[in-house]
């Protein structure tokens, strides 16, 4: 395999530009108090640098779309105060443009098909004794298929040989130094789904980059997507943003609040209650707040003590 090396970033970076930055749900179901815990922290956080805010709606995953949810959330940001810039992107009519990324890789020989059924992958991971990492995928197609069997996914290679893109690194703005062996600890990950769908990975990039955006605010369960992000830049030619993960919201067990844990949508009717939640997560000031309005800005001038450097 020749060497394949990463594109410098774009001359006509964004963070030499003004703050932008986004919200970019999947309309899976309604909003809950993880949702607008990331969505505040994202919407102070451009407040603060006197940026613009942009919402994107991640409906690339049809089997987990839950109808009438994208009208339900920007319905829910409304009610709670939020104002976000310009028309809200909407990833399933983006398909072209994902294509267009997809296409790239494949002629600079970073992708390859692969035939592996989920079971495949697992039972070959168990089989080996050199991959501690379950989540791993063991490469089984990467030097091409086998004989007679179709291609099912896309998978996007991490490494050549002496590839420094192996090890990502990143300054997270509340995790702090952050380092990912892609080769050890996620391995070639699919862009194109066997269903046919893009990966959330692929088109998470292409949209942050089309959208210029300089910052991305999102909760810390993307914090172990972010160097596969960082590495699809690269191998892209795009700017890498800021990112600033903040902390989960949390069940009484310790796991993240979703919809599978069990979540409660936000109460449209108690705005203020579910904000002040939200700060409260968010370790703000904003408790004496009795209208929105003044509870946006006092959340602003909390959020700009504690969190915004210059
Ligand atoms: N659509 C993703 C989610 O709802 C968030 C993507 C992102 O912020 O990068 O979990």
């Not at 999102?218 to 902390?247: E, F």
């Not at 705005?271 to 209208?291: I, K, M, V």
């Amino acid at each position: 395999m020749s060497q394949l090396e990463y594109l410098p970033n774009s001359d006509a970076s964004p963070l030499t530009g003004r703050y932008r930055g986004r919200f970019a749900p999947s309309p899976t179901g309604p909003l809950h108090l993880g949702s607008l815990a990331a969505a505040m922290a994202g919407w102070l956080d451009a407040r603060a640098h006197q940026g613009e805010w942009l919402v994107r709606i991640e409906d690339i995953d049809p089997p987990r779309e839950v109808a009438g949810a994208t009208e339900n959330i920007l319905a829910t940001l409304t009610d709670f105060g939020f104002e976000w810039s310009g028309e809200v992107m909407v990833q399933s009519q983006r398909g072209a443009a994902y294509q267009a990324a997809f296409d790239r890789l494949e002629q600079a020989g970073w992708l390859y098909p692969c035939a592996c059924t989920r079971k495949e992958i697992s039972d070959s991971i168990t089989a080996s004794t050199t991959t501690s990492n379950a989540a791993v995928y063991p490469g089984t197609c990467r030097s091409g298929l086998p004989e007679g069997r179709p291609p099912r996914a896309w998978r996007m290679r991490v490494a050549h040989t002496n590839d420094s893109g192996n090890v990502i690194r990143f300054d997270d703005r509340h995790f702090g130094p952050q380092q990912q062996n892609l080769t050890t600890e996620v391995g070639d990950y699919v862009l194109k789904r066997a269903d046919g769908f893009w990966a959330y990975q692929l088109a998470v990039v292409v949209d942050d980059a089309e959208q210029g955006i300089t910052d991305v605010v999102r909760g810390s369960d993307l914090l172990d997507s972010t160097p596969r992000q960082i590495h699809l830049q690269r191998a892209l030619g795009l700017p890498t943003p800021r990112y600033l993960h903040v902390p989960v919201v949390e069940t009484k067990l310790g796991e993240k609040l979703s919809k599978q844990t069990g979540a409660k949508a936000l109460d449209r009717k108690h705005p203020l209650a579910e904000l002040r939640l939200a700060a409260q997560h968010l370790g703000l000031e904003a408790f004496g707040a009795t209208s929105i309005t003044q509870f946006w800005s006092q959340a602003t001038a909390s959020w700009q003590k504690r969190n915004v450097k210059y």
